[in-house]
């Protein structure tokens, strides 16, 4: 197993397992101590530095007498293993904030399917101030563990109405009206939109706001403007998105929004398979604004979302909600939203020009 592999299992950056793995100063004791613990678990001890001690050091006195803030990360088998690429950059944000303000974060594995021992397991991290819940789904078997424990929980990115939760989510209303209303500018008026099969609390609130924004930009919503593929990078499923491509003929829309950097990158691909050209037949956007977009060609326009600051407000909330507790004010459901800025690039065309 690569260093990258394993970060990708435990949720974090390939920067802070390399600092594990090699014993190198730059992350709290606590955060190496639940990492090491993790890598022994997972049989993967033989990727330790012989720098690394052969038992995982306790936290210090010093921290221990810390507050706690437990960091949740719940995964299933069947989850879609692209979307821990989001995940990394909001742990390290929160990491750094917890430190800040003096409190320790233990990363925690959870189970989809139940997790009878949490609050055993949170109490024996410390004194918990906190949970910090990293999850793609909020389902009732989550919000029933976190009912055993009695600390404000704050959700990463996920978020429902319909449940009394507290998040701290992106933006993305603001992320996909901006999106179309850059391209309604770039005289687009046939978007389209690629989609996920994974059906997260997040990107299913971007299908949600694409529609919304097609209406009230007055763009016509046509069913057939909507192409699914997976994240998968493979040759096979590029050929499936490249023959719905090939059968939308003339009707293709002129600019596509993927609901992830990925997926639009996906859909490139696919597009220039079938012989049309990114800008010039059809323009592509993403969201996110990960590293791939400056390194595909064309450099691809998205929206960028604040990935350590997210994690950052998570410890903030948490905070919040902690001081409210103690005036007496109960607050069992806010969604704080950051901020989601359209990055313009090379891969939307301008037809206004023409």
């Known amino acids: 197993m690569k260093a990258k592999d394993l970060a990708k299992k435990l949720g974090v950056s390939p920067a802070t397992i390399s600092l594990v793995l090699n014993n ?137 109405p319909d449940r009394n939760v507290c998040s701290v989510c992106v933006n993305n209303e603001q992320g996909i009206f901006s999106a179309v209303e850059h391209l309604k500018s770039m005289g687009h008026r046939n978007i389209g939109y690629v989609y996920g099969g994974v059906d997260n609390d997040s990107l299913l609130e971007r299908r949600r706001c694409f529609h919304q924004a097609l209406r009230e930009y007055g763009l016509e919503d046509r069913r057939e403007n909507y192409f699914i593929a997976n994240h998968r990078e493979d040759s096979e499923d590029i050929a499936a998105l490249r023959e719905r491509f090939l059968q939308a003929g003339d009707k293709m829309p002129t600019a596509l929004m993927g609901e992830s950097d990925r997926l639009a990158w996906l859909a490139m691909k696919a597009l220039q398979r079938s012989g049309l050209k990114v800008p010039g037949d059809v323009s592509v956007i993403g969201f996110d604004d990960r590293s791939i977009c400056t390194m595909v060609e064309p450099h691809l326009t998205s929206v960028k979302n604040s990935r350590h600051l997210m994690g950052r407000q998570c410890v903030a909330l948490l905070q919040n909600l902690r001081r409210n507790r103690k005036l007496g004010v109960s607050i069992s459901s806010i969604k704080y939203e950051l901020p989601a800025v359209l990055v313009p690039r090379e891969s939307v065309k301008d037809l206004t020009q023409e």
């Open 24 to 160: 190198k100063p730059g992350i709290s004791d606590s955060l190496r101590h639940s990492l090491l613990k993790r890598i022994r678990e997972m049989g993967c001890e033989d990727m330790l530095s012989p720098a690394v001690p052969q038992a995982a050091a306790a936290p210090r006195q010093e921290e221990r007498a810390h507050p706690v803030i437990v960091y949740l990360i719940y995964t299933s088998s069947d989850e879609n293993n692209n979307r821990f690429a989001f995940y990394p950059a909001v742990l390290e944000g929160a990491e750094m904030e917890a430190r800040t303000n003096h409190y320790n974060l233990v990363v925690l594995h959870m189970s989809r399917e139940g997790n009878a021992d949490l609050r055993r397991l949170v109490e024996s991290s410390g004194q918990a101030a906190g949970a910090i819940v990293q999850t793609a789904h909020i389902d009732d078997q989550i919000l029933a563990d976190l009912a055993t424990l009695d600390i404000p929980c704050v959700f990463v990115d996920a978020y429902r």
